[in-house]
């Protein structure tokens, strides 16, 4: 029977979310609820200090800049008066990306998937293979395709040892692989341009996480369960197109399932839902694309002599601005292959939550990439002991995740300052955490901690 301590805990931490992703608390009943005309004059001098002026000030100091930004800033519509700011790297690879071929792929792949359902289902997770293989092959160039086959069958090979260890020790050497300068040289002289070289350690990168979750389900397996880790499988799960460029991540286990499930006609209403969420992130991207030619919040990255310089609204905008579109911009990368997916009965995580309702690091990590938490969590964090094992062991437990995060992104100094920072974060909260269940001033105590740490942290991060 679990101690009060850990009940506690787990009644304290419940979450409540909504259609819309926002998480929020248990409401206290002895705390008594304010009045709505006071709600509302509290969000309106909130929209209006806290949004509507610093973004203001972003605008005009991005105007006032816009000729020091020489390299960053590009042609951009001429609707919208032509220049654009191209300083995010991940919004702009996505882009070149997503071009008419690629379209035509999709279409091409959900309609072959459509039929296969229909005229011979028992096929279908066949088909869905072939089609994944080739469609990621016509993007992505053979050389591409050649590169993650060879490191997929290596990972699959790793596997039969049945030893988490090797697993672990397979995985971390082919991400070393793609980081390792002479190794790199190699790769780059192998692959014809800079897009798809980047594209391919991108996509080393996102399937070492795949590669680690099937090989490590299937460690842990019985030895009658064997038949659900065949090659097929494995290829499937590891290559399945929808989900392949940028997610979201899903562990083998829950893919396996989803996908092995039997095939049911969707109903008006569930692709009525897919069409409506398309369409949504569809107006997501229009309104990203709008604002990236009037506020060069990104392009300040790129230009650290002039971010120094900024005022202190300005500034406190651009992080504002970071924070939007950080999450608009995950809300497309990963809203729009999950609602392609679900066109096959895949039911990935949620996209990212309101990034204005998370103000802990914990609820951070645990609601805005859902897919990478899930994979920290089952192979690294509950492993190592988790929160049921002690407070040493979850310490513990949480850096292991920090240092695999900052080894997986590519031991670059500020990713280190900026994993250091999170993980430091975490640390105070889960003390926080526990000292609150001992102390009669606990509760108050974890408030203002949880809501200072979070806004020092994402400063310096």
């Not at 509507?52 to 001429?78: H, I, T, W």
């Not at 645990?366 to 002690?390: A, E, M, Q, T, V």
Request: proline share 3%.
């Amino acid at each position: 029977m679990p101690s009060r301590r850990y009940k506690k805990i787990s009644e304290s931490e419940a979450d409540i979310q909504d259609a819309s992703g926002v998480v929020s608390r248990k409401e206290d009943p002895s705390i008594a609820r304010l009045p709505r005309l006071e709600i509302l004059v509290y969000t309106v001098v909130a929209v209006i200090c806290f949004i509507c002026y610093p973004m203001y000030n972003v605008y005009k100091e991005s105007q006032a800049s816009a000729f020091r930004f020489y390299g960053v800033l590009a042609d951009g519509y001429n609707l919208f008066g032509g220049l654009k700011d191209e300083g995010d790297f991940e919004w702009n690879f996505w882009r070149e990306l997503v071009t008419v071929q690629a379209g035509v792929i999709v279409l091409v792949y959900i309609a072959v998937g459509r039929l296969a359902e229909t005229f011979c289902p028992e096929w279908r997770n066949t088909l869905l293979l072939v089609l994944s293989l080739s469609s990621v092959t016509l993007l992505a160039t053979w050389r591409c395709m050649l590169v993650l086959l060879l490191n997929a069958a290596f990972m699959y090979f790793a596997s039969y040892s049945k030893r988490a260890l090797v697993v672990w020790v397979a995985a971390l050497l082919q991400l070393y692989s793609i980081t390792n300068s002479f190794l790199i040289f190699y790769l780059n002289n192998f692959i014809e341009n800079s897009f798809d070289y980047h594209l391919t350690i991108f996509c080393v990168a996102l399937c070492n996480l795949r590669f680690l979750s099937f090989c490590l389900d299937y460690c842990s397996s019985k030895s009658e369960d064997t038949t659900k880790f065949s090659h097929k499988d494995f290829l499937l799960y590891v290559f399945y197109f929808p989900l392949f460029f940028f997610g979201p991540l899903m562990m083998y286990k829950d893919f396996h399932h989803q996908i092995e499930k039997k095939s049911e006609k969707l109903s008006s209403s569930q692709i009525g839902q897919v069409v409506k969420d398309l369409a949504r992130y569809m107006l997501y991207i229009i309104f990203i694309e709008i604002v990236l030619h009037f506020l060069f919040f990104a392009a300040y990255h790129q230009r650290a002599n002039i971010l120094t310089g900024l005022p202190l609204w300005a500034l406190a905008g651009n992080a504002l601005c970071h924070l939007i579109f950080f999450q608009l911009k995950y809300q497309v990368m990963f809203g729009i292959p999950n609602a392609i997916a679900m066109l096959d009965r895949v039911d990935t995580f949620k996209p990212p939550v309101c990034i204005f309702s998370i103000y802990t690091f914990a609820d951070m990590w645990r609601y805005f990439d859902r897919g990478l938490h899930s994979i920290l969590l089952n192979y690294i964090y509950i492993p190592i002991g988790g929160s049921r094992c002690g407070t040493f062991r979850q310490l513990i437990g949480s850096l292991l995740c920090f240092i695999f995060v900052f080894y997986w992104h590519g031991l670059e100094e500020h990713i280190f300052y900026w994993a250091l920072f999170n993980w430091v974060g975490v640390v105070i909260e889960t003390i926080v955490n526990q000292v609150s269940y001992l102390s009669f001033i606990g509760t108050v105590w974890k408030n203002i901690f949880s809501t200072g740490l979070c806004l020092i942290g994402s400063a310096l991060s």
